[in-house]
């Protein structure tokens, strides 16, 4: 097994401006708005985030996934990133969620879960490009400054957190 550190290190390899904290922040927010989107019956925002076979998979097992409709408190307690895989000229990554989770109206027995998800997410743009910032309007280099990239040609602005979109969660491994 490899350590903590060694998966960090491969990932940065590839990835020149990694940051662990900034990316599990992304993978947080994507596991929540898919989560919201299905619950909700609203999938067509979800495409920028994760894969359609995710979201088939998911909505033919919501019990799986804890989509059950009287579900009123899903939170991620704590979250880290689990392994790194390059092959192929594809990288994937692989996050470790503690989700908990609280169904209101079961007061007998079990009501509340911790389940754990393993998420794989795949990144979808080509190998040469990831270590430039490239601005989505005229393709000049972005430089990046307090979390806010800036285009040197066209001043086209966006959150770093764009960045981290480039990963999109390709598959969910249920733990319960
Ligand atoms: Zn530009």
Redesign the pocket.
Known sequence: MESFFDIIRKIKEQNFKFDTNEFLEYVRFSIIKIYNGIYNNKIDSLYDVCSKELINTMTKNKDTFRLSKNIDNFQIQFSNIHDYVEKNNEEFIKVYLSIFCYDKTLHDGDYFWNDIWIVTLKKEISKNSSNIFE?D????TMTLKDSILS?N????KKMLSNYYSQWKIVDIVVQK
Do not use: E
């Not at 309007?137 to 000049?140: E, L, M």
């Open positions: 601005c309007k005229c393709g000049a285009c040609y066209c001043n086209n």
